[in-house]
Structures are given as C-alpha cells and as structure tokens.
C-alpha cells in the first residue's frame, strides 16, 4: 500500500503563475512532512519541511499548506519561473515510521516562459 | 555543504552477473539509505543502516544485500542481477532518527542488466 500520494503527476504552467502540487498520506501518526526537489541528472534535495504541530510553512516563494484532519498538504509555488522546472516529491516520515521517510511518486512541473 | 558520492555513475551488466553500488559519505551521519527511482513510483527504499555493521530492509529488499562496514561507507550487492533490477540508484546520508531530518542524496548511479 503507498503511504504516500502526489497530484497530479505532471503540471504545466506558465511563468508568473502560482504552481499548486498536491499531496496525501495514509498514517496517521507521521509528523514530519519534507519536500524534496530533483533536477534531470542530479539526486533530490530538500527544498521545504513541515511539522505537523504546524499549518503552514513558508520559505522564500514557496509554501506548504498542512491539514492534519484531512491528512493531506499541498506545495504552492508562487510565481513560478523556468528554474523551478523539476521533479518534486513529497515524503512522509516521524511517528511510526521506524527511522525513514516514505515518498510519494512525484509531480513533474514544466514552467513555460 | 554535505558530500556523498556514489560510484560508478554508470553500469552495464549482463543477467546473472555480479554488481556492487558503492556510496562513500562525508558528513559523519550515522543512517545511510539506498533508494531505486522509477518512473510512477518514485523513490522506493531497498535497505538503510544505522551505523557501521548494520543494515535493515527497507520496502523492497528482494534481490539485494548490503553492507557497512564503516560510517563513510555503505554498498549495495546485486548477486545475480535481472532485467527488472534496471533503474537509478540513490544512496543518501542523515543524522536523525525516527524518518525525520535532511536526507543529503548522492547523484545517482544509472544501472543496466542485459
């Protein structure tokens, strides 16, 4: 069963725009949530984390938004530019997670200029 | 900055063969883990460790071993390599516990069985 689930899997837009990625889990009792970032060619790094003591987290243009009730969180990527063109993959881990992180299957984003 | 890197970044092997995933860290973290990347799945775990000696199974171990014998090094044995085993590999490196803290990924090796 996959703890983790991203939406959608590929996301196009334009730049300027705010970009949405979405994301749920299955365990209840993860408390820590990271987003990780990829480029083509290069390992995943971690671009913004969230607790779940909290609602949201904001970094620079980008902003988790954490439901715990609904367990689900989304990444907003406010105006998005061509740089931020990557893979990014939600992770779930703390609680019962026995020391590691769980990944979702990732969300492709293109921004077109 | 945190360094981990993984050797080779590229291998061909034939089904049946041999293969060894070398990852050398240098950030002093305790856990080490050895991911696959496949397109529709993401990341999956193959096996961590917590230090030097040991080693777990993560989601997906059939078909691999691995070893630690030190705190900068940690492998990834394929015995007999299948098709199916082909994919990108990642080895990572943290210090915390309990699933929560930075992951430091290596850049990935890139592995065909024939």
């Known amino acids: 069963q996959q703890q983790v689930r991203q939406s959608p899997q590929s996301l196009t837009v334009w730049e300027g725009e705010t970009a949405i990625l979405n994301c749920s889990y299955e365990n209840s009792a993860f408390d820590y949530f990271p987003w990780y970032q990829q480029f083509p060619g290069e390992g995943p790094a971690l671009l913004i984390a969230i607790r779940s003591v909290s609602d949201k987290k904001e970094d620079g243009g980008f902003t988790i938004f954490f439901n715990k009730r609904e367990k689900n969180l989304s990444l907003h990527i406010k105006d998005s530019q061509p740089g931020d063109s990557a893979t990014y993959f939600c992770a779930a881990g703390g609680g019962s997670a026995l020391g590691r992180l769980h990944f979702g299957a990732g969300t492709q984003l293109i921004v077109i200029p | 900055e945190a360094a981990v890197t993984q050797s080779p970044r590229n291998k061909v092997a034939v089904t049946g063969g041999k293969v060894t995933l070398s990852c050398n860290q240098t950030?002093?973290?305790?856990?080490m883990y050895w991911y696959r990347q496949d397109t529709g799945h993401g990341l999956r775990l193959i096996h961590y460790s917590y230090g030097a000696g040991s080693t777990e199974k993560g989601d997906i171990p059939d078909g691999y071993k691995a070893s630690r014998p030190s705190q900068e090094n940690f492998s990834l044995i394929l015995e007999l390599a299948t098709p199916s085993q082909t994919s990108v590999y990642f080895c990572?490196?943290?210090?915390?516990?309990?699933?929560?803290?930075?992951?430091?990924f290596g850049e990935g090796s890139k592995l065909t069985v024939l």
């Open positions: 990572a490196s943290g210090d915390a516990t309990g699933g929560t803290g930075q992951l430091y």
């Open positions: 950030n002093n973290h305790n856990n």
